[in-house]
């Protein structure tokens, strides 16, 4: 059981962590702070939060424990509005896609306090984001990801694994490296690609056009092109080099199937196709929820 969470950052993450910790019992308190006041009005309206901060510092005051919920791009400017009131025992968490990124930031300015902080990735989401849209379930049954440091204190990073537990998540543990590695390869890229595939119908001179005959199969693809645009313009650039790595790996394989269709080379075009279906089929998404965009 925590005394007081303090959320910086009231949208769709913050607001869910909320809620979760409290339909299961874990707090008793919930401040929170957000850039924009109608933000933590409407937070503490909905019985988000109970007390609403006037800055991110204050969100931490008397919190012992801490979501970051913000943009990866503002999590060092965030620890510097905070490092001042972050006592002893404190837990500190984030929700940030990018972990190499933001582990950086923490040891340039949280200094002693570092063994506070547990970065964490919770692979869940909406493409309706904001605190109007936070679930009380969206963390359950998800994977959630924590990268601790060296410095990392046990006794926190055993509370946050038991805090995500509690709340329904299946909690896994990578070094920064593999997660932002792997997260690359499975969301960045996909993301990249479904961005990069609408505008390259959209903008046709007969994209409406082809657009109005688009079905499911368009429609699945492209889903995740719908997502919030400053997320995830702030992922791909804080996990370029990742993802630049995987998008030559796509190239390649692209490249090999251009290649066999050019040359009429059936064989080789359907012992591609056949490879993708075959291992797609016999592949099964851990923690599987239609609504996840992360």
């Given at each position: 059981?925590f005394?007081?969470?303090?959320?910086?950052?009231?949208?769709?993450?913050g607001?869910?962590?909320?809620l979760?910790?409290?339909?299961?019992?874990?707090?008793?308190?919930?401040?929170?702070?957000?850039?924009?006041?109608?933000?933590?009005e409407?937070?503490?309206?909905?019985?988000?939060?109970?007390?609403?901060?006037?800055?991110?510092l204050?969100?931490?005051?008397?919190?012992?424990?801490?979501?970051?919920?913000?943009?990866?791009?503002?999590?060092?400017?965030?620890?510097?509005?905070?490092?001042?009131?972050?006592?002893?025992?404190?837990?500190?968490?984030?929700?940030?896609?990018t972990?190499?990124?933001?582990?950086?930031?923490?040891r340039?300015?949280?200094?002693?306090?570092?063994?506070?902080?547990?970065?964490?990735?919770?692979?869940?989401?909406?493409?309706?984001a904001?605190?109007?849209?936070?679930?009380?379930?969206?963390?359950?049954?998800?994977?959630?990801?924590?990268?601790?440091?060296?410095?990392?204190?046990?006794?926190?990073?055993?509370?946050?694994?038991?805090?995500?537990?509690?709340?329904?998540?299946?909690?896994?543990?990578?070094?920064?490296?593999?997660?932002?590695?792997?997260?690359a390869?499975?969301?960045?890229l996909?993301?990249?690609?479904?961005?990069a595939?609408?505008?390259?119908?959209?903008?046709?001179?007969?994209?409406?056009?082809?657009?109005?005959l688009?079905?499911?199969?368009?429609?699945?693809?492209?889903?995740?092109?719908?997502?919030?645009?400053?997320?995830?313009?702030?992922?791909?650039?804080?996990?370029?080099?990742?993802?630049?790595?995987?998008?030559?790996?796509?190239?390649?394989?692209?490249?090999?199937?251009?290649?066999?269709?050019k040359?009429?080379?059936?064989?080789?075009?359907?012992?591609?196709?056949?490879?993708?279906?075959?291992?797609?089929?016999?592949?099964?998404?851990?923690?599987?929820?239609?609504?996840?965009?992360?």
């Open positions: 059981m005394n007081q969470l303090g959320v910086i950052g009231c949208g769709l993450m607001g869910s962590f909320a979760a910790l409290k339909r299961a019992g874990l707090v008793k308190r919930v401040v929170g702070y957000s850039k924009s006041p109608s933000t933590t409407k937070a503490k309206r909905l019985g988000i939060i109970d007390t609403i901060a006037e800055s991110a204050l969100a931490v005051s008397g919190s012992d424990i801490v979501l970051i919920a913000v943009p990866v791009a503002a999590t060092e400017s965030t620890f510097k509005a905070i490092r001042h009131l972050i006592e002893p025992g404190v837990l500190i968490m984030d929700v940030g896609s972990k190499r990124d933001v582990v950086d930031a923490a340039r300015v949280l200094k002693e306090h570092i063994v506070s902080f547990v970065p964490a990735h919770p692979i869940a989401g909406k493409e309706s904001g605190i109007g849209h936070a679930d009380a379930t969206l963390y359950n049954g998800r994977q959630v990801i924590l990268t601790p440091l060296p410095q990392t204190s046990p006794e926190l990073l055993q509370r946050a694994t038991d805090c995500w537990a509690a709340i329904g998540s299946q909690v896994l543990r990578m070094t920064p490296e593999n997660h932002d590695a792997a997260f390869a499975v969301s960045h996909p993301h990249m690609l479904a961005y595939y609408f505008n390259s119908v959209a903008r046709q001179p007969a994209g409406r056009d082809y657009l109005s688009a079905g499911p199969g368009f429609r699945d693809f492209t889903r995740i092109a719908a997502s919030d645009v400053a997320v995830w313009r702030d992922i791909l650039m804080s996990n370029r080099e990742e993802v630049l790595k995987q998008t030559a790996r796509f190239r390649h394989a692209l490249d090999a199937m251009e290649h066999a269709m040359s009429g080379n059936l064989e080789a075009l359907e012992d591609m196709i056949r490879s993708a279906s075959e291992a797609r089929s016999g592949w099964q998404m851990n923690a599987a929820k239609p609504n996840s965009n992360r």
